[in-house]
């Protein structure tokens, strides 16, 4: 069951859909987690499916309760931004050339202030999942800062990498 904050995302699928595949791509490169069943192997699964879709072929996405046929790419989309509201780290970044991004300005007050992050930190994760530009970090971050209570970030200060935790609520 997912948190208050978390969508609920449940793929019907079967192992011989390649659409299946590019679907659960998709959510895992959206930092969502999400249940797998296998209607082929599973029968109340299938059932399941057909019951809350009306479909009997796969992917079949329950996204918070609503329904996708396919791998309908814009609607999931439209699902994420409407799950997904907007949080503000507090603090400039640009592209590092050595992979993550580089802190620049840290905004007194803000949630990058609060972690203790500083200029010249790099980031190079999010909850483990490496970040190599800033199109990846706010693609990550829009993606999963309304999702979770507070978020990891992996950071390299003076050579050494520690571990800083953003609250978000």
């Known amino acids: 069951m997912a948190s208050a904050n978390s969508p609920e995302v449940v793929v019907y699928t079967t192992p011989t ?79 590092d050339p050595g992979g993550g991004v580089r802190v620049g300005q840290v905004h007194p007050g803000s949630r990058a202030a609060a972690a203790g992050l500083q200029p010249g930190d790099v980031i190079v994760a999010i909850n483990g999942q490496p970040i190599g530009t800033v199109d990846e970090f706010q693609r990550r971050w829009r993606t999963l800062a309304s999702l979770a209570g507070r978020l990891r970030l992996s950071v390299r200060r003076d050579g050494a990498e520690r571990s800083v935790e953003i609250p978000l609520t």
């Open 17 to 95: 859909c390649p659409w299946c595949g590019r679907t659960k791509a998709w959510l895992s490169q959206h930092g969502l987690s999400f249940i797998e069943k296998d209607v082929s192997r599973d029968r109340a699964a299938a059932e399941e499916m057909v019951r809350r879709s009306g479909q009997m072929g796969v992917p079949v996405t329950a996204f918070d309760g609503q329904i996708v046929v396919g791998f309908d790419q814009p609607r999931l989309e439209r699902l994420l931004s409407a799950a997904t509201a907007q949080v503000r780290l507090g603090a400039t970044v640009a592209s």
